[in-house]
C-alpha cells in the first residue's frame, strides 16, 4: 500500500473527469426543468424531477471537490421543500428563485473544472451519535484520594471505578478491562514491575489499557520507574485534572481528538495533492497552497500545527516563506517542517537559521510521509498545548485568547456573521481564597474551565482571561443567542457546589456580553464587554449585562 | 482482539458516489469491496457474499436504506453485520432519537470520501470491544 494515495489520485482523477461531464448535463437539464416552471403547467412532476437531480448533486459535489456546487443543490432543495403549491394556471411561484440557483451552479459547475488547490476539508464527527461512556479505573491505596479523582472524572462522563487493592483490581481488569486506568505509582503489594506483569497477563492476547500513573514524587528516579512500566503518562500529586482529562481523552478516544492541521505549501500540485490525501487518509485536516502568495491566507484559514514547506519553490525559496510566516509574532509557535532533497548538513542549518524545525528528505511517498507527521504529531500538540494554554485550567491563555478573537473577528468580517464576546468573573473570588485557602479557590476556578469547556461548542473560544476572569468568544452567535447560552452557563455554575474543609460553598459569576457588529475591533469588543461586566457587578452580581452599541 | 475490518458491502443509488468510495475503500482503505446500487441488490448479494459491514446509503428509490436494514434485522443470517448509514438527513438522528437496532453509525452526507476508510476502521474496532 505504498503508493496508495497516488493509485486513489490518478484513478480518482478519472472519475471525477466523467462526473464534470455528467455534472455539465446535469446543469443543463435542471436548467431546461426550472425554464417550464415559468409557463402555466401543472408543476408537480418537473419539481420532483429537479429535486431529484439537486439530491444527487449535494452528496457528489462534495465528493467531487466541488464544495459550492454541492451548497447550491442543497438550497435548491430546500427551496422545492418550502415552495407554495403551485397553480397551475400560472408560472411557479419558486421557478426566478430557481433559476438565478441554477445560473451560480453554472458558473461553480464551470469552475469546478479548474480543480482548487487551496482548500480545508470540513472536520465531521466520527458518529453522529454521541460518545459513550467510557470505563477507567482508578487506582489508589488511599480510597479516599481514588473516590476524589473518580468523582471529578465523573464530571467528564466517563464510568469510573475505583480500587484500593491489587485482588479486586487484578479481577475487574480480567473480567471487564477498561480503556484507561490512573494509578498511583506507588501501589501496596505489588512493585511497579508486578503491575506490569499483571496488566501483561490479560487473558486471549488483548491489548492492556493505558496506564496513566499518578505520584506524589517528582524526582528522575519515580519517573523512570513509570516509563519502565510503560506509562502512557506521569502526573504529580496534587493533580491538574484537566491536564489529566487532556491525556485520558487522547488516549481513550485519538479519533475525537481534533485532528492535526497540516498545511502544505509546494508548487508541485500533483504532489501536494497526493501528500494532502494521505494525510488525510490518515485522519490529519489539510489545506495545500501551490502559489507561495496564498501562504498568509492559508495560515488565517486554516490555522495549522504544522507547516510543511518545499524547499524550492517558484519566486522564492522555501526559506523565505518561512521567514515571511514566522514575521508574524502570532505564527513563531508554529512548526515548519521542510521538505528538501538537500543532503548537504551546511546548508541545513543555514536553512535552521530561517526557523525550520525539522527537516523530511525528499523523495518521499505520500504515506511515508503521514507516518512522520502522525510521528511528531503528539509534540507538535504537546508544544502547542503549553504555549497557549492556561496552566491551571487548561484553558487558553491570556495571547492565545486575544488571537482567538483576532481570528474570529476576521472571519467574521469576511463571512459577515455575528460574533459574541462574554467576559465572565468570579463573584466574591477573594472571600472565597481567603476562606477555604488558595487550593480550593483554584479548584473553582477549575470547575468553571470544564464547565464552560464541556457547555460549550468545540467551535467556541475558551480563555483565562486573568485571575479569575474569563473570555468566551462565540462565533457566528448575534446578542440574543449569546445571552441565552452564557446565562444558562451562569445558572448551571450557580448550581455547582464546592468541597472544602470548612465547609461546601457555591460560587457564582458575573458576565458582560459586547457583540461585534455593533463594536468593530477586538479592542472595543473587550472594552465594552469588560464595561458591561462591571455594570454586572454593580447591579449585584450573579447576572449578566449587554454592552448596548452607541448612536 | 477481533480481526481487522477486510471486506465491506457498499451500496448506493448514485454510481459517482459508488464509484469514489469504494475507490478509497479499495487504495487508501486496503479493503475488499463489494457494491450494489439499489437496496434489493444489496439483499440478493448478502444471500451469497460474506461481509463484515455494510456501508449503506439511506435515500435510494425502491426498497430504500432503512428498509433494507429492516430486512436485514430480519434475517438472522445477517442480523449480526454491522450496518454504517449514510445520510444527508442527519438531523433525524441527531440529539436524543435512537440509532436503529444494527446500526453502527451514521455518516452525514456530504463526506470526504478520503476519510472515510479511516472513519469505517475506527467504527469496526470500537465495534469489536
Redesign the interface.
Given at each position: 500500500?505504498q503508493n496508495?494515495?497516488a493509485?486513489?489520485l490518478e484513478?480518482?482523477r478519472a472519475?471525477r473527469l466523467?462526473?464534470l461531464a455528467?455534472l455539465h448535463a446535469d446543469v443543463n437539464m435542471l436548467g431546461q426543468l426550472v425554464e417550464t416552471l415559468k409557463s402555466p403547467a401543472d408543476h408537480s412532476t418537473k419539481l420532483e424531477e429537479i429535486a431529484h437531480i439537486a439530491?444527487?448533486l449535494?452528496?457528489?459535489?462534495?465528493?467531487?471537490e466541488a464544495p459550492d456546487v454541492?451548497v447550491l443543490a442543497r438550497e435548491i432543495e430546500a427551496v422545492i421543500r418550502t415552495a407554495k403549491p403551485a397553480i397551475s394556471k400560472r408560472a411557479h411561484p419558486s421557478a426566478a428563485a430557481l433559476s438565478r440557483l441554477v445560473e451560480t451552479m453554472a458558473a461553480a459547475a464551470a469552475a469546478a473544472q479548474h480543480p482548487v488547490a487551496n482548500r480545508a476539508?470540513?472536520v465531521?464527527p466520527?458518529?453522529?451519535?454521541g460518545p459513550e461512556r467510557r470505563s477507567l479505573f482508578v487506582v489508589d491505596d488511599d480510597p479516599v484520594v481514588a473516590g476524589e479523582i473518580a468523582l471529578q472524572l465523573c464530571h467528564f462522563g466517563y464510568r469510573v471505578r475505583t480500587f484500593s487493592d491489587r485482588r479486586g483490581f487484578a479481577a475487574a481488569l480480567a473480567l471487564d478491562p477498561p480503556a484507561l486506568v490512573v494509578m498511583d505509582l506507588v501501589f501496596p503489594g505489588t512493585s511497579v514491575d508486578g503491575m506490569k506483569n499483571l496488566m501483561e497477563s490479560l487473558p486471549s492476547?488483548?491489548?492492556p489499557p493505558p496506564v496513566l500513573f499518578v505520584s506524589n514524587r517528582n524526582d528522575f528516579e519515580a519517573r523512570l520507574q513509570a516509563v519502565r512500566a510503560g506509562a502512557a503518562g506521569y502526573f504529580t500529586k496534587p493533580i491538574n485534572l484537566s491536564a489529566l482529562v487532556d491525556s485520558i481523552e487522547a488516549l481513550t478516544n485519538p479519533?475525537l481528538a481534533t485532528p492535526l492541521r497540516v498545511l502544505i505549501v509546494d508548487d508541485d500540485a500533483p504532489l501536494a495533492e497526493a501528500y494532502g490525501?494521505a494525510l488525510?487518509?490518515?485522519?490529519m485536516t489539510t489545506a495545500v497552497v501551490t502559489d507561495s502568495r496564498a501562504v498568509l491566507a492559508a495560515l488565517l484559514e486554516l490555522r495549522p500545527d504544522v507547516v510543511l514547506l518545499d524547499l524550492y519553490l517558484l519566486g522564492c525559496t522555501g526559506e523565505e516563506v518561512a521567514r515571511v510566516i514566522r514575521s508574524d509574532n502570532a505564527n513563531v509557535g508554529i512548526p515548519i517542517l521542510f521538505l528538501s532533497a538537500e543532503y548537504d548538513r551546511d546548508k541545513q542549518i543555514d536553512v535552521m537559521k530561517s526557523g525550520a524545525d525539522d527537516f523530511l528528505i525528499k523523495p518521499i511517498a505520500p504515506e511515508q510521509l503521514a507516518r512522520e507527521f502522525l510521528a511528531r504529531a503528539p509534540r507538535i500538540r504537546a508544544l502547542q498545548g503549553h504555549l497557549s494554554s492556561d496552566g491551571l485550567t487548561g484553558l487558553l491563555n491570556h495571547v492565545a485568547g486575544r488571537a482567538g478573537l483576532e481570528r474570529e473577528l476576521a472571519r467574521a468580517r469576511r463571512d459577515h456573521t455575528p460574533i459574541t464576546v462574554a467576559m465572565l468573573d468570579l463573584d466574591g473570588f477573594k472571600g472565597v481564597n481567603d476562606r477555604h485557602g488558595h487550593p480550593v479557590g483554584d479548584r473553582v476556578l477549575r470547575s468553571l474551565a470544564w464547565l464552560l469547556r464541556k457547555r460549550l461548542r468545540q467551535s467556541d473560544v475558551v480563555g483565562r482571561y486573568g485571575g479569575e476572569e474569563f473570555l468566551v468568544i462565540l462565533p457566528n452567535t448575534p446578542m440574543h443567542d449569546a445571552e441565552t447560552v452564557v446565562d444558562g452557563l451562569r445558572r448551571a455554575f450557580a448550581e455547582v457546589r464546592h468541597a472544602s474543609p470548612k465547609g461546601d460553598f457555591v460560587c457564582t459569576f458575573s458576565a458582560g456580553l459586547a457583540s461585534f457588529p455593533d463594536f468593530q475591533t477586538g479592542g472595543r469588543l473587550l472594552d465594552s464587554a469588560d464595561r458591561a461586566l462591571y455594570d454586572a457587578k454593580a447591579s449585584g452580581r450573579n447576572c449578566i449585562r449587554k454592552a448596548q452599541a452607541q448612536g | 482482539?477481533k480481526p481487522p475490518l477486510k471486506r465491506v458491502l457498499a451500496v448506493d443509488d448514485?454510481p459517482?458516489?459508488l464509484?469514489?468510495?469504494a475507490?478509497?475503500l479499495r487504495?487508501?482503505?486496503?479493503l475488499d469491496v463489494i457494491t450494489a446500487a439499489s437496496g434489493a441488490e444489496a439483499l440478493g448479494l448478502l444471500g451469497r457474499e460474506t461481509v463484515d459491514l455494510v456501508l449503506l446509503d439511506v435515500?435510494m428509490p425502491g426498497i430504500d436504506g432503512l428498509e433494507t436494514l429492516a430486512a436485514m434485522q430480519g434475517n438472522p443470517a445477517l442480523r449480526h453485520i454491522p450496518v454504517v448509514l449514510m445520510t444527508?438527513r442527519?438531523k433525524l438522528?441527531?440529539q436524543g432519537a435512537e440509532?436503529p437496532a444494527g446500526v453502527?453509525?451514521?455518516?452525514?452526507?456530504?463526506?470526504?470520501?478520503?476519510?472515510l476508510?479511516?472513519?469505517l476502521q475506527?467504527?469496526w474496532e470500537g465495534h469489536a470491544k
Open positions: 500500500m496508495s494515495a493509485e486513489f484513478a480518482y472519475l466523467t462526473w455528467r439530491h444527487r449535494v452528496g457528489n459535489g462534495q465528493a467531487f454541492s476539508e470540513p465531521l466520527a458518529s453522529a451519535s492476547g488483548e491489548v479519533d490525501i488525510r487518509a490518515a485522519g | 482482539m448514485d459517482d458516489i464509484a469514489v468510495v475507490l478509497a487504495t487508501l482503505g486496503g435515500m444527508a442527519v438522528y441527531e440509532q453502527l453509525a451514521i455518516i452525514p452526507k456530504p463526506f470526504d470520501p478520503v476519510t476508510p479511516r472513519r475506527t467504527l
